[in-house]
């Protein structure tokens, strides 16, 4: 009982001792923490005591680049050190109880600080050091992260203003394109306008000029002088057909031929056509359309031939009959062919050298078409030729 009692007081005296040595230091949970009337803490302008004493630790930013620790009670003559653990392998000295630190990297830290006079701990301090939102691998990560997402918003924005651009330009080019258009269908509506307007002066002109070969045939009494006239007049009266055709068709790309041989055949059969010999034309081209060029001379030929078979093929018959083919043959080439079933051409006329006008004028006519017209008989007259349109002509020279 004696030995426990010696124990005890001896244990009291120690914790006296200690209790005067550190001038008030009291037991926390991280360590020995000073009382707040015994220190001041302030990182950079701003007073942390309170929130030391209240955690029992000192927090601190990576970020933050000055901490003053001033410590009461402290005299000038005191010597004391401070050692942060594990950062600083040596102990550090400071004077009058102020501990001036610098920043440190992320981790956990004690703030340990001795008296050299006693050689004992008087302050036991745990220190938090936390890196910023910025500091580290998290800093490149978040850098890297925002610079991500800045490149793939700018890429974003970049090809949204690219596509608005782009459809306002495209929108630009179709109105532009749509509007040229307007103006170009104008022109052709225009030009086409002017171009039937042409053709039919052209046709009246020509009307005119047939007026006028009748009024001479009714002032002369020679009947070959009439007829010759007459034969003027219907090759007048043919052009002047292909013009009507051509103001009268909404298309103005050539002549219409076969509602162009329809108007030839019906005016031949008007002026040439004897009473009681009745002939019928069988029209056996299809609906196709031939340049003016091409269109001209092609017309003239058919009308020598159809004048020369009213006036000659169906002598001493009771009716007779026309056959008339046109056929294309494709790249610009056609075949024609005009069937009757008149007399025929007498045994010793050489159509080929011929002089009279109608023959030489079909001779001139199918070579202006780039072709050769031939004769033979097959119960018949029968005329058969091959021709080409202008632009196969074209490709020729």
């Known amino acids: 009982m004696k030995s426990v009692y010696i124990l005890a007081v001896f244990a009291t005296a120690c914790l006296f001792h200690a209790a005067s040595a550190v001038a008030g230091i009291s037991a926390g949970a991280g360590g020995m923490v000073l009382l707040p009337e015994q220190f001041s803490v302030v990182v950079g302008q701003k007073n942390i005591t309170s929130q030391v004493v209240q955690e029992k630790m000192i927090r601190l930013r990576t970020t933050d680049r000055l901490m003053d620790i001033q410590l009461y009670g402290i005299s000038a003559n005191d010597s004391c050190v401070y050692r942060m653990v594990p950062y600083d392998d040596d102990w550090l000295p400071f004077q009058n109880g102020l501990m001036r630190l610098g920043e440190f990297p992320e981790g956990d830290y004690y703030l340990l600080v001795l008296t050299k006079k006693s050689d004992k701990v008087i302050c036991n301090i745990p220190v938090q050091v936390k890196g910023g939102l910025f500091y580290g691998f998290r800093g490149y ?26 459809n306002r330009t495209v929108k630009y080019l179709e109105n532009t394109v749509m509007r040229r258009t307007t103006q170009l269908q104008e022109v052709i509506n225009q030009r086409e306008l002017l171009l039937k307007e042409i053709h039919h002066r052209v046709k009246n002109n020509l009307q005119v000029i047939s007026a006028l070969l009748e009024m001479q045939a009714a002032r002369t009494t020679d009947e070959n002088v ?14 002047a057909f292909i013009h009507q055709n051509l103001y009268q068709h909404d298309d103005l790309k050539g002549v219409e031929i076969n509602s162009f041989l329809r108007e030839l055949t019906s005016h031949i059969r008007q002026v040439f056509e004897r009473p009681g010999c009745p002939v019928e034309v069988v029209n056996e081209v299809p609906k196709f359309y031939l340049d003016i060029d091409s269109a001209i001379p092609l017309g003239l030929l ?53 002089n009279t006008l109608g023959m030489k004028l079909i001779r001139q006519l199918s070579r202006q078409l780039a072709g050769n017209i031939y004769y033979k008989y097959d119960g018949g007259c029968k005329f058969e030729l091959t021709f080409k349109n202008l632009n196969a002509r074209s490709k020729m020279l």
């Not at 083919?325 to 079933?341: A, V």
């Open 141 to 166: 990560l978040i850098v890297f992260t925002f610079l991500g997402m800045g490149i793939v918003i700018f890429f974003w924005i970049r090809s949204f203003f690219l596509k608005k651009d782009k």
């Open 226 to 239: 009439k007829a010759a006239i007459k034969e003027g007049q219907n090759r007048v009266l043919s052009i």
């Open 302 to 354: 058919i009308n020598e031939l159809l004048t020369n078979a009213y006036k000659y093929a169906f002598a001493g018959k009771n009716s007779g009959m026309i056959r008339i083919k046109i056929e294309d043959l494709g790249e610009g080439s056609y075949s024609f062919c005009f069937i009757d079933d008149g007399v025929g051409l007498p045994n010793d006329f050489d159509f080929t050298r011929s």
